[in-house]
């Protein structure tokens, strides 16, 4: 299906995650601030930077006890936290959303990740990676690596997407988050992302409808498709 139902003009880190708003102030402003930055204790490369804080995360399964263990299950509907089901109902299928940049790459920013129980092991772009491994020095830090690697073969590793919007109609400042590693959500989103911005010449503010349905042959454990 595709992952935009409407697009319409009608006008997965620590909790406190953040991301970057993708316009850069007004020009002008940039040259004044820098112009008295010591005189203003304004730091350069620093000052004119913005976030927005992540209000939480949307899931598109749940986990459910099984006498061998637990395991994930795909839903047919947003798994939502509680501010947002006082909105939309316990079991919303559809959420209408808003973007809150124009960037497509901070909107829906992709990886290839790999997780270990202690966390996030390894994250590349297809080309170089980053791997917590032994430094140098014999420390464990982050090491540089070529990518993909075994891993990706394996099935240790897989694309990962998160999706970062507005809620309108949910009381709070900052964004919603959904992850998703379903390689058919990631193309038809970044697509519907790309046509949204050859035709509004942006993305920030344009409402949309985001919804999720599970598709028929989908594996065990798999989200439901946006």
Not at 45 to 70: A, D
Not at 88 to 97: A, C, D, I, S, T
Not at 105 to 125: H, I, M, N, T
Not at 176 to 198: D, Y
Request: proline fraction near 10%.
């Amino acid at each position: 299906s595709a992952p935009i139902q409407r697009a319409h003009q009608e006008a997965s880190v620590p909790s406190r995650a953040t991301i970057p708003l993708s316009r850069p102030l007004p020009r002008l402003l940039q040259a004044r601030m820098a112009e008295n930055a010591e005189e203003s204790g304004v730091i350069k490369g620093l000052s004119e930077r913005r976030r927005l804080p992540r209000l939480g995360k949307i899931k598109l399964g749940v986990t459910v006890e099984h006498p061998s263990g637990r395991y994930p299950k795909a839903t047919d509907y947003f798994v939502c936290p509680p501010e947002i089901q006082a909105v939309y109902g316990e079991r919303p299928k559809e959420l209408p959303v808003m973007s809150p940049v124009d960037d497509p790459d901070v909107l829906f920013p992709q990886e290839l990740k790999a997780y270990r129980q202690s966390g996030l092991f390894c994250a590349g772009d297809g080309e170089r990676a980053r791997r917590w491994g032994p430094g140098p020095d014999g420390k464990t830090t982050l090491v540089e690596r070529a990518c993909p690697c075994e891993l990706l073969e394996q099935g240790k590793c897989k694309p990962t997407a998160t999706l970062n919007f507005m809620l309108p109609d949910v009381p709070g400042i900052g964004v919603w988050q959904i992850t998703t590693s379903i390689k058919k959500s990631i193309i038809e989103l970044n697509t519907a992302f790309e046509q949204m911005l050859a035709t509004f010449g942006g993305l920030r503010g344009i409402p949309f409808t985001l919804s999720l349905e599970v598709e028929q042959g989908q594996r065990p454990g798999e989200g439901g498709q946006m």
